[in-house]
C-alpha cells in the first residue's frame, strides 16, 4: 500500500524549533516530488513548497520562503519540514503529498494523515 | 499569483440532487486545475485531475469540466458521504487553492 505517514501532534513555544516529518513507503520515495501544505484553523489549504527526494531540489512558496526548510533523508524514506523560531501564527495542521505527473497533467493523489502543531506560551 | 474563486461557499442539498460547484482562475490556466474532498479532521482526497480527469477508485457520479479560466465540478446524484468541504487548486503556474465549499446534506 501506497502511504505517507506524518509524525505526531507538537505543542511549542514562540521561539522553539520544530522538525517533523513524513515517512513514504510503498513506492520510489525518490521518484516522486513531495509537498507540504499548510491548513489553518478553519481555513483553506495553502501550499508551502515541494522537495525532490531524488537530489533535494526544493520549490517555495513565496509565502513561506525563508520561513520554513524542507529537507529529505531518502535513506529512510522522510521528508521534512522545519522551523528555527515558531509564531504563534505557525499553529496549523501540516500535510505531506505525493505528487503524481503523466501526460503534462499533475496532482496530489496520496496524503499524509497531517501533523497538528501548535505554538502558545 | 493566480487567484481562484470558488462558488458557492457553501450549499445545502438533498440526497438524489445534482450538484454543481465552479472555479474561475484569474488568469487561463488550460485544464491544469484538480478538485479534492475533505472531510472534517481528515487530509483532502483527490477527486478530479487534469480538470476531468477521474481519479482510480472514485465514485462516477463525480466528473469536472472546465479549461482556461472556468471550471466545474458535479456531483451528478448526491450521496450522505458526500458531506464534506471541496476544493478546488491550480497547478498552471505554482499551486492555489479556492477558498472552499461547504457541501452539507439535508
Known amino acids: 500500500e501506497v502511504q505517507l505517514v506524518q509524525s505526531r501532534a507538537e505543542v511549542k513555544k514562540p521561539g522553539e524549533s520544530l522538525k517533523i516529518s513524513c515517512k513514504g513507503s510503498?513506492?520510489?520515495?525518490?521518484?516522486?516530488?513531495i509537498a507540504w501544505v499548510r491548513q489553518m484553523p478553519g481555513k483553506g489549504p495553502e501550499w508551502m513548497g515541494n522537495?525532490?527526494?531524488?537530489?533535494?531540489?526544493?520549490r517555495y512558496s513565496p509565502s513561506f520562503q525563508g520561513q520554513v526548510t524542507l529537507s529529505v533523508d531518502k535513506s529512510i524514506s522522510t521528508a521534512y519540514l522545519q522551523w528555527s523560531g515558531l509564531r504563534a501564527s505557525d499553529t496549523a495542521m501540516y500535510y505531506c503529498?505525493?505528487?503524481?505527473?503523466?501526460?503534462?497533467?499533475?496532482?496530489?493523489?496520496?496524503w499524509g494523515q497531517g501533523t497538528l502543531v501548535t505554538v502558545s506560551s | 499569483a493566480i487567484q481562484m474563486t470558488q462558488s458557492p461557499s457553501s450549499l445545502s442539498a438533498s440526497v438524489g440532487d445534482r450538484v454543481t460547484i465552479t472555479c474561475r482562475a484569474s488568469?487561463?490556466?488550460?485544464?491544469?486545475l484538480g478538485w479534492y474532498q475533505q472531510k472534517p479532521g481528515k487530509a483532502p482526497k483527490l477527486l478530479i485531475f487534469?480538470?476531468?480527469s477521474l481519479q482510480s477508485g472514485v465514485p462516477s457520479r463525480f466528473s469536472g469540466s472546465g479549461s482556461g479560466r472556468d471550471f466545474t465540478l458535479t456531483i451528478s446524484s448526491l450521496q450522505p458521504e458526500d458531506s464534506a468541504t471541496y476544493y478546488c487548486?491550480?497547478?498552471?503556474?505554482?499551486?492555489?487553492f479556492g477558498q472552499g465549499t461547504k457541501l452539507e446534506i439535508k
Open positions: 487534469g480538470a476531468s
Open positions: 503529498a505525493r505528487r503524481d505527473t503523466s501526460n503534462f497533467l499533475e496532482w496530489f493523489d496520496v
Open positions: 487548486l491550480q497547478d498552471y503556474n505554482s499551486y492555489t
Open positions: 488568469q487561463g490556466i488550460r485544464n491544469d
Open positions: 522537495i525532490y527526494p531524488g537530489d533535494s531540489d526544493t
Open positions: 510503498g513506492y520510489s520515495f525518490t521518484s516522486y516530488w
